[in-house]
């Protein structure tokens, strides 16, 4: 607040019959402005939200020297898929073989693989065999989302596994984008392992590194 205070010294005359006017100063009382400063500073602390940093989980296979336990899945529902640079990707399913008895390495892209994962997926499904474990599996499907309509086909492509593998040549941006693939195609079983030097080398020989 603003006050008017007089200043020192009062008023006198200045010639007969003449009074001077008193000389006033004026001050102003920050405290009130101090007090309010403070108020906003607590306001604004308590109301903003401070950014958080954007992460995903990769639920990653645990580690074993158990080479059985890392090959549960049926060879005949694996899919691999590979990615080097420049957008490449490539991919195999079951074991890979590149030998004289046959070669299942395959080219593919971004824009095509979804039609990979879609074709592996449907044949998954023709090979199923309905056992007592699907039936558990549909049961406990049924129970999470009791809304879906498919419950029943729960466990049909419970063979197939997608194994993504990026090597150091490939893009974080590309590894997202596989893995949106398999949230889109509905893939339920994958993981993200290190890529093998076999299958690094044929990665890097089809696009032209060393």
């Known amino acids: 607040m603003a006050s008017i205070e007089p200043a020192e010294g009062g008023s006198h005359k200045k010639g ?5 006017a008193k ?5 102003i009382d920050m405290t009130p402005m101090v007090d309010l400063g403070f108020l906003l500073i607590t306001f604004f602390i308590f109301t903003t939200t401070m950014n958080t940093p954007t992460t995903m989980d990769l639920f990653m296979p645990k580690d074993t020297e158990n ?3 890392q090959n549960k899945a049926k060879e005949s ?3 691999t898929i590979m990615m080097g640079k420049d957008n490449t990707v490539f991919y195999y ?6 030998d004289e008895t046959g070669n299942n390495f395959k080219s593919s892209t971004f824009k095509e693989i979804r039609k990979v994962i879609l074709d592996k997926k449907k044949a998954v499904i023709a090979d199923h065999r309905h056992d007592d474990k699907c039936e558990e599996i549909r049961q406990n499907w049924k129970k999470r ?4 309509p498919d419950w029943e086909k729960a466990c ?13 040549e490939a893009t ?3 590894t997202v984008d596989m893995l949106d693939e398999m949230t889109i195609n509905q893939v339920k079983r994958f993981a993200m392992v290190d890529i093998s030097e076999v299958e690094n080398e044929l990665v890097k020989k089809s696009t032209g590194g060393q």
């Open 23 to 27: 000389k006033l100063s004026t001050r």
């Open 156 to 168: 049909l492509d419970r063979d197939l596994v997608v194994v993504i593998k990026p090597n150091e």
């Open 67 to 69: 080479e059985q336990e």
């Open 145 to 148: 989302f009791p809304a879906d």
């Open 77 to 79: 529902g694996a899919l």
């Open 16 to 20: 007969p019959g003449v009074k001077k």
């Open 172 to 174: 974080f941006k590309n």
């Open 93 to 98: 399913e079951g074991q890979l073989k590149v």
